[in-house]
T-cell receptor, first 118, second 110 residues
Framework: GAVVSQHPSWVICKSGTSVKIECRSL??????MFWYRQFPKQSLMLMAT?????????EQGVEKDKFLINHASLTLSTLTVTSAHPEDSSFYIC??????????????FGPGTRLTVT | SQELEQSPQSLIVQEGKNLTINCTSS?????LYWYKQKYGEGLIFLMM?????EEKSHEKITAKLDEKKQQSSLHITASQPSHAGIYLC??????????FGTGTRLKVLA
């Protein structure tokens, strides 16, 4: 299998605080993990690509100082939303790509985390 | 940059009817994925297509990728309320990064 978990599944925080979201590959090693954001009635938008042991690559328009990504191990990537504001409220989904699978583009998705900033 | 356009944006059908969702890419697709999602929940993988002209089926859902690998269709036969949700096509952009289509919201009336 290829299971990806996210924690927490939902979180409510106050404006100005920071919140961390974890993404774990449970039964495989992931050299690359991706973070997506989804607003209501919209599609998924890639925020950043996280590679184990190196800095994340952010998509255009995504503030790297606001959305801190750490890929500390081959099974864990974290997204920290710093100084959260109500406009950061969204559904965040991570995905992972298996290690040592050459030319495989398949990604395995986590169940998502709903963030509400009050 | 590559874009994926889905049509229709939304669809309401009577239970038992057939329907088709299209996904059109602005560039050649390296791999095309179909997912189903209920908003606020994760993605459910449906099918992956890689070769031009490829067609795959699972239960009542059939997906095709055209020969030029720029368009894919998802066809549901004899739709059921359980088919309701958001259908997303996704594709590798050639750099292991996915882009997603605009999404199609499907509602099936019992």
């Amino acid at each position: 299998g290829a299971v990806v978990s996210q924690h927490p599944s939902w979180v409510i925080c106050k404006s100005g605080t920071s919140v961390k979201i974890e993404c774990r590959s449970l039964d495989f090693q992931a050299t690359t993990m991706f973070w997506y954001r989804q607003f209501p009635k919209q599609s998924l938008m890639l925020m950043a690509t996280s590679n184990e042991g190196s800095k994340a690559t952010y998509e255009q328009g995504v503030e790297k100082d606001k959305f801190l990504i750490n890929h500390a191990s081959l099974t864990l990537s974290t997204l920290t939303v710093t100084s959260a504001h109500p406009e950061d409220s969204s559904f965040y989904i991570c995905s992972a790509r298996k290690r040592q699978v050459i030319d495989s583009y398949e990604q395995y998705f986590g169940p998502g985390t709903r963030l509400t900033v009050t | 940059s590559q874009e994926l356009e889905q049509s229709p944006q939304s669809l309401i059908v009577q239970e038992g009817k057939n329907l088709t969702i299209n996904c059109t890419s602005s560039k050649t697709l390296y791999g095309l994925y179909w997912y189903k999602q209920k908003y606020g929940e994760g993605l459910i993988f449906l099918m992956m297509l890689q070769k031009g002209g490829e067609e795959k089926s699972h239960e009542k859902i059939t997906a095709k990728l055209d020969e030029k690998k720029q368009q894919s269709s998802l066809h549901i036969t004899a739709s059921q309320p359980s088919h309701a949700g958001i259908y997303l096509c996704g594709a590798d952009s050639g750099t292991y990064k996915y882009i997603f289509g605009t999404g199609t919201r499907l509602k099936v009336l019992a």
